[in-house]
Nanobody, 126 residues
Framework: QVQVVESGGGLVQAGGSLRLSCTVS????????MGWFRQAPGEEREWVSC????????YYADSVKDRFTISRDNARNTLYLQMNSLRPDDTAIYYC???????????????????WGQGTQVTVSS
């Protein structure tokens, strides 16, 4: 019933920027906390960032803080991740996830997220 679709990945040179988007096909999108995760080949899935239901509370992993910005447009059922100053170690498949159980805050644990997108590949060349 809930469809989550990421887009915006691609190949970019180090120092460049990309904007990822994620759409959720559910009328209650505004009630979900949302998160971005990423997974590099042979590595565990890593939490990147999350935003609470209203968009007023955000958190970032230390590895991306001051470079990435998470935001949401509840009227469009869309989540964004603006990625600046990209580095080769940002290369990964990026996943969008929705937590229908969250209320005020958002979580860095993938176990808290009920719905996941298929992922979009981000490749950063040196």
């Amino acid at each position: 019933q809930v469809q989550v679709v990421e887009s915006g990945g691609g190949l970019v040179q180090a120092g460049g920027s990309l904007r990822l988007s994620c759409t959720v096909s559910k009328l209650t999108f505004a009630a979900f906390a949302m998160g971005w995760f990423r997974q590099a080949p042979g590595e565990e899935r890593e939490w990147v960032s999350c935003v609470n239901w209203s968009g007023q509370i955000t958190y970032y992993a230390d590895s991306v803080k001051d470079r990435f910005t998470i935001s949401r447009d509840n009227a469009r059922n869309t989540l964004y991740l603006q990625m600046n100053s990209l580095r080769p170690d940002d290369t990964a498949i990026y996943y969008c996830a929705a937590d229908e159980g969250a209320f005020e805050y958002c979580s860095d644990s993938p176990r808290e997220y009920s719905y996941w997108g298929q992922g979009t590949q981000v490749t950063v060349s040196s």
